[in-house]
T-cell receptor
């Protein structure tokens, strides 16, 4: 079975801190995605990547950056965390033929 | 914006079939219909997808109307573990697209004993 893991289920950070969210998949998938999920707004795409060292902005990239140095790992970086980045963050991966996306369990980030 | 319309909530008795409708009247010829579900506090889970033919797998069946403007997800024997938010998503195939999934508000299915 495909497994997508995220480094933390719950995280609490202070305003202004630099935050790293890690995502690892074990199925050699080419495509990886970062979404955030907020009540009433659904899931929104932050960044995605089709290959190592490649990244593309999604719908809400402001305040975030990403890194993909290895195929299996896709990191989301909050350069200076703010309270409006309190959210559930979901990572997903899929194969090149884009059949189905596999999601991780999510990281619930609280910025105080 | 989501390109699908789903009822906000539905109830189903345990052991009965759950039929979840979805309208996608503006669907394009190269767009597939996908269904995902999200159980509370978990990431979304893929269920099934199709283009124009009906599809069935171990989890569910997908019935797409001939004009492709609507579809129904069928869980043949709903259990309490099927209580979740179900999302109907249309997604284009082919290169040149982001591949992102646009999640709407979905249907909250409550399976009752």
């Amino acid at each position: 079975d495909v497994k997508v893991t995220q480094s933390s289920r719950y995280l609490v950070k202070r305003t202004g801190e630099k935050v790293f969210l890690e995502c690892v998949q074990d199925m050699d998938h080419e495509n990886m995605f970062w979404y955030r999920q907020d009540p009433g707004l659904g899931l929104r795409l932050i960044y995605f990547s089709y290959d190592v060292k490649m990244k593309e902005k999604g719908d809400i990239p402001e305040g975030y950056s990403v890194s993909r140095e290895k195929k299996e790992r896709f990191s989301l970086i909050l350069e200076s965390a703010s309270t409006n980045q309190t959210s559930m963050y979901l990572c997903a991966s899929e194969a090149w033929n884009r059949d189905e996306q596999y999601f991780g369990p999510g990281t619930r980030l609280t910025v105080t | 914006d989501a390109k699908t319309t789903q009822p906000p909530s539905m109830d189903c008795a345990e052991g009965r079939a759950a039929n979840l409708p979805c309208n996608h009247s503006t669907i394009s010829g190269n767009e597939y219909v996908y269904w995902y579900r999200q159980i509370h506090s978990q990431g979304p889970q893929y269920i099934i997808h199709g283009l124009k033919n009906n599809e069935t797998n171990e989890m569910a069946s997908l019935i797409i109307t001939e004009d492709r403007k609507s579809s129904t997800l069928i869980l043949p024997h709903a259990t309490l573990r099927d209580t979740a938010v179900y999302y109907c998503i249309v997604r284009p195939d082919g290169s040149g697209n982001t591949g992102k999934l646009i999640f709407g508000q979905g249907t909250t299915l409550q399976v009752k004993p």
